[in-house]
């Protein structure tokens, strides 16, 4: 059974960092696009960032580019979203999610086939 698992979420001042992690199993991690999203109360989930099968392709939001990375350990199933430089803005909850289609870096949420289930960030101003 396919499962992505988010950890390292939490409480944060802004100008801060954070470091999500997400764990994946059930699928063949290494072939899959793998991406970020988040969603504030009251408003739509939208998409943070994209990576590659490989690692060698990645894709942000305008809102992030600069201050995020996305990276991914195939020998761990894991990916990662390192988040610097954090704003009040920047409060979410925090999905990862897969693509199959391992070379492509969508923006959709509608386009990823697996999701996991949050995790929270805050960031107090």
């Known amino acids: 059974q396919e499962q992505l698992v988010e950890s390292g979420g939490g409480l944060v001042q802004a100008g801060g960092s954070l470091r999500l992690s997400c764990a994946a199993s059930g699928l063949t991690f290494s072939s899959y696009a793998m991406g970020w999203f988040r969603q504030a109360p009251g408003k739509e989930r939208e998409f943070v960032a994209a990576?590659?099968?490989?690692?060698?392709?990645?894709r942000y939001a305008d809102s992030v580019k600069g201050r995020f990375t996305i990276s991914r350990d195939n020998g761990k199933n894991t990916v990662y979203l390192q988040m610097n430089s954090l704003k009040s803005e920047d409060t979410a909850v925090y999905y990862c999610a897969a693509d199959v289609r391992g070379g492509l870096l969508v923006v959709g949420l509608y386009e990823y086939d697996y999701w996991g289930q949050g995790t929270q960030v805050t960031v107090s101003s």
């Open positions: 990576i590659s099968w490989s690692g060698g392709m990645k």
